[in-house]
């Protein structure tokens, strides 16, 4: 998945949509001049792509869910990336709200996918309230520091069953999205790193093929790291000795 | 945070490869938080009646100046001027007059606003908390209120008499305006009212406590430099190019997030550097005067703020920030319904 910000022009924008292979790009809902024609970035999102609106600058649940339905008012679908921030230093999400947002919304029917803080209980919570992915941070927004959180997505990998579990935020480099694919997140999502990027649309490839290696990978169950097991049993040889 | 002798050491430093160095991580930072975009907006007078004398405005009280407020059929008339020019986010200001535009004024004319702007800000009188909250229902989006100087002697010389000369009403304007729901609010030190170092120690420190007490509020910066009123020199600026661009560049590398503003007071050249090295956000198209954008034809007529160097159109910057391989943006703010309540459902 591609986010469509920081772009220096629009029509780079395509390109790496186009190159990247994705099928569900994300815009802010407080970005989309629907007034106006001219430069209109939904204009430059190819056709057969979804779009998915994200509710950039709500500060809770209240503002996330008005956004939501202006988006949809606005003719812009019914897929919606909550994002609460109420932290502008960090822009670190705010789970509780986001849960709120997120089970009003998903009874309205929106295909709700949540950008959290990678929490347990919080995904749980948001499996419970209906939502149609949780959406894990790697790192900081646009720091490319990449799977900082590792761990703590792992946890969600490995609990979470029934929605698709989605790397948000952080992916600095092709190499760190196949790192998310091998430990068997379902998706990521990338803006920073292409749209920065000197040439965006050869990055946004490079992330497409890093993506399918990683998942590639572990569909093929990649072996476990290193493992200190080897030939002779010091410890327990002596229980087998004749 | 930064200390006032590491302040001066980059101010005093004069070396080009010092200089050099800083605005690239400056320019480092600013395209990895915020792309090659920049936000446009324009400034918009509705009044420019006042009640403060601060001696370097060019509308303060014992100024002899042709006095006008817009009434509303006069405002709209203003905003579909400026909307027509392809500005969405206004900044509506006013000089500092409680009596000659009151809340109910202000109001009037956010209301008005929305019919034309995606974004409303104001730069008006500070106010009580209550009414930035009621502004923030009206619409209001964002908040600018510059303390000018933190010095406080230096803050009596230059506002001699008015509700602007009382230093901490307007040092807690941004704390009322966090705490009426305001959604951005604009902080920033007019150079060359005070001593650059320690007035910059001062705004970080404060952007700092705002920052840690509000955090959900979006922050913004600008470093207007004095500038003359229709030729007359108020007071000197003595924050050269160099030095300014050192401000800024230091800004971005202590706040990345942060939008940094720069007005069309600035000259066309440096505009056009500065936005490579660390500014997100530029008036575009200005006029400050009351009825400037088409209300009163003549600049004889116009009574403005402060002398604009940058009179390029809003075309123009578009067209620039396109060749240079910036991304201009219009809308970056959508209404919602501001009213508080209960049950969002």
């Known amino acids: 998945m591609l986010g469509t910000g920081k772009f220096r022009n629009k029509t780079e924008l395509t390109a790496s949509i186009k190159a990247s292979g994705t099928e569900i790009v994300t815009v802010a809902l407080r970005r989309i001049d629907i007034e106006r024609h001219e430069d209109n970035i939904l204009e430059y999102i190819p056709e057969g792509i979804t779009l998915l609106t994200n509710t950039s600058g709500a500060r809770n649940a209240r503002e996330a869910v008005r956004i939501a339905r202006l988006a949809r008012e606005s003719g812009c679908g019914n897929w919606v990336k909550i994002e609460v921030i109420n932290d502008s230093k960090y822009l670190l999400p705010d789970n509780a709200e986001t849960v709120k947002a997120t089970e009003i919304l998903a009874a309205e029917g929106f295909i709700v996918l949540p950008y959290i803080s990678p929490d347990l209980y919080t995904a749980r919570a948001l ?23 590792k761990e703590f997505i792992r946890i969600l990998v490995d609990e979470i069953d029934g929605v698709p579990v989605i790397v948000d935020a952080g992916i600095g480099a092709p190499s760190q999205a196949a790192e998310a694919m091998e430990m068997g997140v379902d998706a990521v999502l990338a803006n920073t790193a292409v749209a920065t990027a000197g040439d965006p649309a050869g990055i946004a490839l490079a992330f497409s093929l890093a993506i399918r290696a990683g998942r590639l990978a572990y569909l093929s169950r990649l072996p476990a790291g290193h493992s200190q097991a080897a ?10 000795e004749p | 945070m930064i200390s006032l002798t590491e302040i001066n050491a980059v101010l005093d430093n004069r070396d080009p490869v010092s200089v050099e160095k800083l605005a690239q991580k400056s320019r480092g930072l600013t395209q990895q938080y915020f792309g090659r975009t920049i936000s446009l907006y324009a400034p918009l007078y509705l009044s420019n009646y006042c009640s403060s004398h601060c001696t370097y405005c060019g509308f303060h009280s014992k100024n002899r100046i042709a006095r006008i407020r817009l009434d509303p059929a006069q405002m709209r008339g203003e905003m579909e001027n400026v909307a027509r020019m392809g500005i969405e986010n206004i900044l509506l200001l006013t000089g500092e007059s409680y009596q000659a535009t009151p809340m109910a004024y202000l109001a009037e004319a956010v209301r008005a606003a929305r019919d034309y702007f995606t974004g409303i800000s104001l730069e008006v009188h500070p106010m009580e908390t209550d009414e930035y909250r009621e502004l923030f229902r009206q619409g209001v989006d964002g908040i600018t209120v510059y303390q000018e100087t933190y010095d406080r002697d230096r803050y009596a010389e230059v506002h001699l008499s008015g509700r602007k000369s009382d230093y901490n009403y307007r040092r807690d304007t941004p704390r009322r305006a966090a705490l009426g729901g305001i959604r951005q609010i604009s902080l920033g030190i007019l150079l060359g009212l005070g001593d650059t170092a320690r007035d910059l120690l001062a705004l970080y420190g404060h952007l700092r406590w705002m920052e840690k007490h509000f955090p959900g509020v979006e922050y913004s910066l600008s470093f207007p430099r004095l500038r003359k009123i229709k030729g007359r020199a108020f007071a000197l600026c003595d924050v050269d190019d160099t030095t300014f661009i050192k401000i800024l560049c230091l800004t971005r590398v202590l706040f990345p997030r942060v939008g940094l503003n720069l007005s069309t007071r600035e000259k066309p050249a440096l505009r056009d550097h500065a936005i490579e090295i660390g500014v997100t956000r530029l008036s575009a198209g200005s006029n400050t005067a009351v009825g400037g954008y088409g209300l009163l034809k003549t600049p004889a007529e116009q009574e403005p703020q402060f002398d604009i160097e940058d009179k390029r159109s809003v075309h123009d910057i578009v067209r620039l920030l396109k060749a240079k391989e910036f991304d201009p943006i219009f809308t970056d703010w959508r209404p919602i319904d501001n009213a508080p309540d209960q049950n969002p459902s």
Do not use: C, D, H, R
């Open chain 1, 127 to 149: 499996v419970e309230a209906g939502a149609a992915a949780v959406m894990p941070l790697g790192s900081l927004i646009g720091s490319n520091q990449g799977l900082k959180s």
């Open chain 1, 231 to 240: 030939a002779s049993s010091p410890l327990t040889g002596f229980l087998f």
